[in-house]
């Protein structure tokens, strides 16, 4: 099974959606960013890294959210979703074609990729 970390980038009551790009699985979706966890790697250290390269910013993780197992028809994944704290002052994608900072009830429009739903759920519940 894959392990995959995916961000929760809170700041002022807004958290980060990335709308992910042309080609490849949930092309035109949107997520909360990570990628994979590489060999020896806590899921910590996996999304400060991931962010880096996705995002060309530093984040402060601070607790996993939610995690769970979520099977595409050719894979299996198991994600951890983390809330974290954007370090650096400004993002620079390099991989989402869009990123938006909404509140969780503003984003309920937003068309997810099909893992990161329940996630999405769980913080709009969070902010009521």
Do not use: Q
Not at 31 to 46: D, Q, R, S, V
Not at 103 to 114: G, I, M, T, V, Y
Request: proline share 7%; net charge negative.
């Amino acid at each position: 099974m894959i392990k995959v970390v995916a961000a929760i980038i809170e700041e002022d009551g807004k958290v980060l959606f990335c709308k992910r790009g042309p080609g490849g699985n949930c092309s035109g979706l949107w997520e909360f960013p990570g990628g994979k966890i590489e060999e020896g790697e806590t899921p910590f250290e996996a999304i400060i890294r991931e962010i880096k390269e996705e995002l060309s910013a530093d984040i402060e993780p601070t607790e996993i959210f939610c995690e769970y197992p979520f099977s595409y028809p050719e894979k299996d994944i198991y994600f951890y979703f983390i809330k974290a704290k954007l370090v650096s002052e400004k993002i620079e994608p390099t991989f989402h074609s869009e990123i938006k900072w909404l509140s969780p009830s503003e984003a309920e429009n937003l068309e997810f990729c099909p893992a990161d739903i329940s996630a999405a759920e769980k913080i709009k519940g969070e902010y009521k």
